[in-house]
């Protein structure tokens, strides 16, 4: 693994069931996989799902507690922690960057399941500091994607930008103890959709995503699984004239073709 990162690359991971911190799987071994592709982070910067709150917030605590963010799970969930530090430095950073809007520094929160359930398996001995930042649940998905654009300067000091969620999550019709032979068509166009737009730098469509039809209100119903999304296509710089390679290191169906478990790389 290299150790000095150069502009480390930003990356979205569908997260899907926490018991993915759980069970080894096609998915989680792509997570390693992934994590073993990139420079080794001098620090993460997580926008997580699960942390859809009012306001912009950064986690500020110098250990940040694994918080354990769900109901109906085995013990054994529960029992996981993710001791990684956290850092002054970066919520600074993140807070000057991000000047004029507002950010609150959050002593509370700490490492939700969007995040750790990943990490486990990326960096396992939680020895790189993490630092989430919220998403907040009052702007548009336009205001997102301003906002995050403005966290371009992290990759070039070594933060890996780490997004957190399912581009396609509708848990009314996922499959709980059920399968299905095949993924819902809905789920598989705008799974697709995304596979194509993001490499081709169609911003627009994937910002505007609402104005996509039936396909994209079924696959987005709520919208806090897909904006983390959108913090990492800020990252691609086509308004800037730069082209970087674009990746899917994972992709898949959970839930009976209920969430995508597309991963995406930029850089």
């Known amino acids: ?59 500020a605590a110098e250990q940040p507690r694994t918080i354990h ?35 609150a520094a959050d002593r509370h929160w700490g490492l939700d399941h969007g995040t750790w359930s990943l990490l486990v ?15 907040d649940e009052n702007l548009t998905p336009r205001e997102h994607y301003e906002l995050a654009k403005r966290l371009r300067p992290l990759r070039e000091e070594g933060v890996l930008i780490l997004g957190s969620g399912n581009v396609v999550h509708n848990l009314h019709t996922y499959a709980w103890g059920l399968t299905r032979d095949e993924p819902f068509d809905w789920g598989v166009r705008f799974n697709q959709r995304i596979r ?15 104005q996509c039809g039936q396909d994209a209100l079924l696959s987005v119903p709520t919208p806090e699984h897909y904006l983390p999304f959108l913090y990492v296509i800020a990252q ?32």
């Not at 054994?76 to 960057?97: D, K």
């Not at 691609?236 to 674009?246: A, K, L, N, T």
């Open 121 to 135: 398996h990326m960096y396992p001995e939680a020895d790189i500091p993490v630092v989430q930042l919220s998403v």
């Open 196 to 210: 194509e737009a993001v490499p081709a730098g169609r911003i627009d469509e994937l910002v505007d995503y609402e």
């Open 1 to 59: 693994m290299t150790t000095e990162p150069g502009t480390m690359p930003a990356v979205f991971v569908g997260h899907g069931s926490p018991m993915n911190a759980l069970e080894p799987n096609e998915w989680t071994s792509g997570w390693e996989e992934l994590a073993r592709s990139m420079p080794r982070p001098r620090a993460i910067l997580s926008v997580s799902a699960h942390w859809y709150v009012p306001g912009v917030r950064v986690t």
């Open 236 to 267: 691609c710089r086509h308004d800037e004239g730069i082209q970087e390679p674009v990746t899917f290191p994972v992709d898949g169906y959970d839930g009976g073709g209920a969430i995508s478990m597309l991963s995406v790389r930029i850089g």
């Open 69 to 103: 963010d769900f109901g109906g799970f085995p013990p054994a969930l529960h029992q996981v922690q993710y001791p990684a530090p956290g850092s002054a430095e970066l919520c600074r950073r993140v807070t000057e960057l991000l000047s004029p809007q507002p950010v």
